[in-house]
């Protein structure tokens, strides 16, 4: 079992910038896989980045290539999502997932552990 808890949401006017983090404990975690997702009000969940356990392969949604950055310190079992030039349509709530096994992926039904998301607000 893994448990996963994010970290680093807020309030932020448009053009700044955040990290957040996702912090996983339980069974040792540079054996899954990482991604990340977003939901805003009213839509449903959507990919935004994966990671590969070793971190050599990361994939990007479309929509935040250029801006946003996944990486990953496997010593303290964290994945962290980098969001650069924010935009208010970047407003949602925003979950980590860890996935079994070693390979990136970019569908959500592929991950086996959830975290409790981590609301992001951008202003404009």
């Known amino acids: 079992q893994v448990q996963l808890v994010e970290s680093g949401g807020g309030l932020v006017q448009a053009g700044g910038s955040l990290r957040l983090s996702c912090a996983a404990s339980g069974r040792t975690f540079s054996f899954y896989a990482g991604g990340w997702f977003l939901q805003a009000p009213g839509k449903e969940r959507e990919f935004v980045a994966t990671i590969s356990w070793t971190g050599g392969r990361t994939y990007y949604a479309d929509s935040v290539k250029g801006r946003f950055t996944i990486s990953r310190d496997n010593a303290k079992s964290t994945v962290y999502l980098q969001i650069n030039s924010l935009k208010p349509e970047d407003t949602a709530v925003y979950y980590c997932?860890?996935?079994?096994?070693?390979?990136?992926?970019?569908?959500?039904?592929?991950?086996?552990?959830w975290g409790q998301g981590t609301q992001v607000t951008v202003s404009s």
């Open positions: 997932a860890a996935k079994t096994g070693v390979t990136a992926a970019m569908e959500s039904s592929q991950y086996d552990y």
